[in-house]
């Protein structure tokens, strides 16, 4: 039997030749008529992690209180980071968590910078996640004026500036950094021509990977990546707030200094020594106690992706990823929505974005009474992101003709124009 693209028995036959299928029922999914498609920017709760969270609440706090840290918490944070470290492409004591992602790029771009005195500029794109961006620029003022942050505008709003990066580049450049899947359009760079192009000019390389990590293979230790940082709220399905993850090269660990330099990164921590002296290794780069019960909340979400694969979730995602472009093509752009992220596979993570001039207020509508959650960035783009490991084609699909009904039945009119509305 052949099914035209448009038929819901397509997606249904797709979601039959999925091997991945049985992990969505590892997922709590609270009402399945809401279709969520927002797990690039808070994945769905884990059923083990909420069975996890009340054990720890009940064990490990309300009974052995201090002893737990002992017991166990002290070394969470690490071994999460160990875990972490195959979906990074890191070898285990690379990888390890830490605060949120902001702070740990100031922590890493700051130790960058003092390592290579010589050299004061940072170089980025305007495609970059604003924190990374406002993070840069504190770190600028805060070395003095000699020190400038240079950001390469994209040539389309689309795709990362690349052919413009290697003129950019000369002996004054100290740091790279650029999120490797970026938020809007879902540009993903070539992670190893870039570091190669930075080391090329003697600088260092820092990616920010939280659009990444769980979604798009990375291969950070063999592509000689420097550094790293990401979330684990995203495609990890850590939860609201969950701590970060940092990567450092083996060979760069203990070259660079931590400047939050807290008790956590001091060696023989519990000797309560005056005198700071760092600690060896991954470890260097902590700074205060973690968060427990958050960071708790990551391993799950870690251990289900590792348990899927990253090669078949990105199999997945880049099939879950065509199919939704296919149904723009034949059913959304006829309607006015445009395409704002790369049509080629390997330069796209796991989000797109489409844009129409009512995008806000379509969105409105598809959260208000159609029951589907995908995000609204200003000005006009939609953005749809496709979790691999719960997301079904069948959401897909539905989500696009709900999109669809919206935009041709002109429901979103009832809705303000008017951003400043929606808190
Ligand atoms: C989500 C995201 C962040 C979030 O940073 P936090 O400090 O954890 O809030 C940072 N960078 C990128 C690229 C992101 O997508």
Redesign the pocket.
């Known amino acids: 039997m052949m099914y035209s693209l448009t038929d819901a028995e397509y997606a249904q036959a797709l979601d039959h030749q999925d091997e991945l299928t049985s992990f969505r029922d590892e997922f709590i999914i609270g009402d399945p008529e809401r279709i969520y498609l927002d797990g ?2 808070l994945g769905r709760l884990p059923r083990r992690t909420a069975d996890r969270l009340q054990a720890i609440i009940a064990h490990e706090w309300g009974e052995r209180l201090i002893s737990s840290w002992n017991e166990s918490w002290i070394s969470l944070a690490g071994r999460i980071g160990e875990k972490i470290a195959p979906l990074l492409g890191a070898k285990p004591e690379e990888v390890i968590i830490a ?7 100031f922590k890493l771009a700051v130790a960058a910078l003092r390592v290579n005195p010589d050299r004061t500029t940072i170089i980025s794109d305007d495609l ?2 604003p ?2 961006l406002y993070i840069l620029d504190g770190i600028t003022s805060l070395f003095g004026s000699s020190y400038e942050l240079k950001i390469i505008p994209s040539p389309d709003g689309i795709m990362g500036p690349v052919d413009r990066l290697a003129d950019v580049l000369n002996s004054h450049t100290a740091l790279l950094t650029f ?5 809007k359009s879902g540009y993903v760079y070539d992670l190893f021509e870039l570091t190669r192009l930075a080391h090329e000019n003697g600088a260092l390389i820092l990616w ?4 990444s990590v769980g979604s798009v293979p990375l291969a950070l230790h063999d592509s000689q990546v420097d550094l790293a ?3 684990t ?2 495609y990890l399905n850590g939860g609201p ?1 969950s701590p ?1 993850f940092l990567y450092v090269h083996e060979d760069l660990q203990d070259r660079l200094q931590n400047p939050i330099s807290g008790w956590f990164s001091q060696k023989n921590q519990f000797e309560f020594n005056l005198e700071y002296q760092a600690e060896l290794g991954i470890r260097r780069f902590l700074t205060g106690t973690p968060a427990i019960l958050s960071l708790a909340a990551v391993e799950d979400g870690v251990d289900l992706l590792l348990e899927a694969g990253i090669e078949r979730l990105r199999r997945k995602s880049i099939r879950q990823s065509e199919y939704f472009i296919s149904l723009w093509r034949k059913m959304l752009r006829p309607l006015g929505f445009r395409l704002n992220s790369p049509q080629d596979p390997a330069r796209r993570g796991s989000h797109i974005s489409i844009a129409h001039p009512q995008g806000f207020q379509i969105n409105r509508a598809l959260v208000e009474e159609m029951r589907v959650v995908c995000d609204f960035r200003s000005p006009d783009n939609l953005r749809f992101g496709f979790a691999p490991i719960y997301n079904s084609y069948m959401e897909i699909y539905q989500a696009v003709t709900r999109l669809h009904q919206v935009a041709a039945e002109k429901i979103y009119q009832k809705y303000p124009a008017n951003q400043s509305q929606v808190p």
Not at 99 to 105: F, I, K, M, P, R
Not at 179 to 183: E, I, L
Not at 208 to 211: G, P, Q, Y
């Open positions: 690039n920017s605060d949120s992602t902001s702070v740990n790029l970059n996640f924190s990374d999120s490797h899947t970026v938020f920010d990977v939280s659009h940082v990401g979330c709220y995203k707030g970060a």
